[in-house]
């Protein structure tokens, strides 16, 4: 029988709640929580929580999971009621990356080692190269060494070369990989396209906007249209940061460890200002009130669309629609198109601890294997893609494997009977995963403060740049170049 009992591992102040399920309203997925600057931290608490597991295996041993949500922990549970032979228990210990509490946690149990380490841990994009390529990668053990053939897989998996990047380690081995694709597209109104623009086609609305022409100037001249017709055609500028940001050619960091602002993440000062000052959005900003208000028509001007993978759809967009079935809110009225720049926009990578207990290592491999290759309608990708991990009617999702999307009916009543992975699947080959840091999540933070600054016209131009160098250096001892 599943038990769960709370792990006292933190202080009492950050053991306060309990962890909200990956479907909370008005947060984002589990899979994909959003980095710190753009969570909506009352939705998750900070407490620890150890889980012993849903079913037990045979008399082989535990297994034990680190990771910040229940979702890897309930795969895995899965996993086990479906294959009773697997030898060995899993457990749990899940802490929510509310206040930064997961990495330090899970750095002091992999450092001290013993009976007790993470067998297995999961990281998210906002600090993943951390443990696949930075300060704590050398504890993550090379899929090769699991017992896995990951060239074959990945190829006869087709996972998408942008999570590749970002789980290979400066030796070239890949060391973590992901279950879900992330990479994004343009979420829009197909009522407000046809107003404006007289059609709600994919591929029309993507002529429009510049899909795939790696520039935004078609988009800003769709917005100018629209404005003139009373709509902004986003919600605030972070619905355009994240293609900004994991579409730009180089990271916060150079090769001399100093503080580089590429010309791309440099441009968004002006994309923000164009945006407020010309009324091109509803200056919200992501993860408040007024962004979800705007998802169901509600905002201070009706916003045309969103960027975003397809996590957006399913755990934001549809729980803040204002409806649950066509026709109500703005349930069934939107569709999605390539967008102007290639880029992803979050994901969980699952990694192994090299200091395992070598006994473990085939158990280890085999549940790695099937969370993040396994292309066949018995692995996780496949039920996850159809919606059918806990039986038909489940949400459908995008997912590593473009093999798997490719034998999978990506059909969704909330996007007019779209099938999304016609979209997503092309989507995840123009992301770039070689412009990551260890540090983004902490320098993603004060660079957007810097520039909601600016763009609100509480400081020049010069001086945001120069208050983002100063506080960098401030906060994390890091100069610029």
């Not at 990956?22 to 929580?49: N, W």
């Not at 069934?332 to 006994?359: H, Q, R």
């Not at 992975?421 to 990551?436: E, H, W």
């Not at 208050?467 to 994390?476: A, G, H, I, R, Y």
Request: aromatic share 10%; hydrophobic share 40%.
């Amino acid at each position: 029988m599943k038990k769960r009992v709370i792990a006292i591992m933190m202080s009492a102040v950050m053991a306060a709640a309990a962890l909200a399920g990956c479907a909370s309203t008005g947060s984002a997925p589990a899979s994909t929580a959003a980095p710190a600057e753009e969570a909506a931290p009352a939705e998750e608490g900070a407490a620890a929580e150890e889980a012993a597991p849903a079913a037990a295996g045979a008399e082989g041993g535990v297994i034990n999971l680190w990771t910040f949500t229940d979702e890897v922990p309930g795969m895995i549970d899965k996993y086990i009621a479906d294959h009773p032979e697997f030898p060995y228990t899993v457990n749990a210990t899940i802490i929510a990356t509310t206040d930064g509490a997961y990495q330090p946690a899970l750095d002091q149990a992999l450092q001290a080692g013993g009976a007790e380490q993470p067998d297995m841990y999961c990281a998210e994009s906002a600090f993943v190269l951390k443990y696949t390529q930075g300060d704590m990668s050398d504890f993550a053990m090379p899929y090769k060494d699991l017992g896995i053939d990951i060239d074959k897989e990945l190829a006869d998996a087709a996972i998408a070369q942008y999570s590749v990047d970002i789980g290979t380690n400066p030796a070239g081995e890949v060391n973590g990989l992901g279950y879900q694709a992330t990479g994004g597209a343009f979420i829009y109104r197909r009522s407000i396209a046809n107003d404006v623009f007289g059609t709600d086609d994919p591929e029309k609305i993507g002529e429009i906007i510049g899909s795939g022409s790696d520039s935004w100037d078609k988009f800003f001249e769709a917005a100018a249209t629209l404005k003139e017709k009373g709509v902004a055609i986003v919600s605030g500028d972070g619905d355009v940061w994240h293609a900004v940001e994991n579409s730009s050619d180089t990271g916060w960091i150079n090769e001399d460890g100093m503080l580089h602002i590429d010309p791309k993440r440099e441009a968004f000062l002006d994309i923000s200002k164009d945006l407020t000052d010309n009324g091109w959005s509803n200056q919200t900003q992501d993860w408040q009130d007024a962004w979800f208000a705007d998802m169901k028509g509600e905002g201070a001007q009706p916003v045309f669309g969103f960027f975003g993978p397809a996590w957006l759809i399913n755990y934001t967009l549809a729980p803040n629609c204002g409806g649950s079935a066509v026709g109500e809110g703005t349930y069934g009225d939107w569709a999605v198109c390539a967008p102007p720049i290639g880029f992803f926009w979050g994901g969980t990578w699952v990694l192994a601890n090299k200091n395992m207990d070598p006994a473990k290592t085939a158990a280890v491999g085999e549940l790695i294997k099937w969370i993040t290759l396994d292309y066949s309608e018995d692995g996780l990708q496949y039920k996850w893609a159809n919606g059918t991990l806990n039986g038909e009617g489940g949400t459908k999702d995008c997912v590593a494997s473009g093999t798997v999307m490719g034998i999978s009916n990506g059909e969704l009543d909330f996007l007019g009977g779209q099938n999304m992975f016609d979209v997503f699947v092309p989507a995840n080959s123009y992301a770039n995963g070689k412009n990551l840091t260890q540090y983004d999540e902490s320098i993603n933070t004060i660079w957007r403060d810097q520039v909601r600054a600016y763009a609100a016209g509480e400081k020049d131009r010069d001086a945001a740049i120069r208050d983002f160098k100063q506080t960098v250096s401030d906060n994390l001892g890091i100069d610029a170049e």
